[in-house]
């Protein structure tokens, strides 16, 4: 299985801050990457495909990028609605798997 | 704009089988891979398997011994089975829609459930 490892586990920054949220893959997944938010008691929320393309709907603050192993999610100036957890998923190959999740707090 | 909906029974005994059922309203239901994930309390989320609407399907080879998943596209519905649960099985089960995009760089989860959380618990 593709291990996905996401750093840091948990963060906290002030509203209008830059955040920048890693994930590492096992192996070479080229660009198949995606981010997903998740807020407590909802489901996740799609943000970022294909590494870096922005899913319709969602603020340009966010955005992704990297290929091959190591990926970030980047939102440009947070929001107090951001707060939430934030999950990588790769879909290079089976079994789908996710990160363990950054938790970003508001200071 | 479509919407998913899990359904079905949010207590379960020991060694029973887990079934949950996900409604699909709005937008098609072919050309989508429908698929189910859990994440048990505090932890990440675990993908369990999809069925594509012609039927075939693909399972986390984790939980493969124990897992059906099934389509009944006249009633736009999909479902889990998961056999023999113990407590580790306790979770939310979500139900997603995974979409791949024309140029096939996406092959993403871009519509979920709300999730039905299930304890396993005599």
């Known amino acids: 299985d593709i291990q996905m490892t996401q750093s840091p586990s948990t963060l906290s920054a002030s509203v209008g801050g830059r955040v920048t949220i890693t994930c590492r893959a096992s192996?070479?997944?080229?660009?198949?990457l995606a981010w997903y938010q998740q807020k407590p008691g909802k489901a996740p929320k799609l943000l970022i495909y294909?590494?870096?393309s922005l899913e319709s709907g969602i603020p340009s603050r966010f955005s992704g990028s990297g290929s091959g192993t190591e990926f970030t999610l980047t939102i440009s100036s947070l929001q107090p609605d951001d707060s939430a957890t934030y999950y990588c998923?790769?879909?290079?190959?089976?079994?789908?798997?996710f990160g363990g999740g950054t938790k970003v707090e508001i200071k | 704009q479509v919407q998913l909906q899990e359904s079905g029974p949010g207590l379960v005994k020991p060694s029973e089988t887990l079934s949950l059922t996900c409604t699909v309203s709005?937008?098609?239901?072919?050309?989508?891979?429908w698929s189910w994930i859990r994440q048990p309390p505090g932890k990440e989320l675990e993908w369990i398997g999809y069925?594509?609407?012609?039927?075939?399907?693909n399972y986390n080879p984790s939980l493969k011994s124990r897992v059906t998943i099934s389509i009944d596209t006249s009633r736009r519905q999909f479902s889990l089975n998961l056999s023999s649960v113990t407590a580790a099985d306790t979770a939310v089960y979500y139900c997603?829609?995974?979409?791949?995009?024309?140029?096939?760089?996406?092959?993403?989860?871009?519509?979920w459930g709300q999730g039905a959380l299930v304890t396993v618990s005599s």
């Open positions: 997603a829609r995974r979409i791949r995009t024309h140029d096939g760089g996406g092959f993403h989860f871009d519509s």
């Open positions: 709005g937008g098609s239901f072919s050309s989508y891979f």
């Open positions: 069925i594509y609407y012609s039927g075939y399907t």
């Open positions: 192996q070479i997944i080229n660009s198949w």
């Open positions: 294909a590494s870096s």
């Open positions: 998923q790769q879909y290079s190959d089976y079994p789908l798997t």
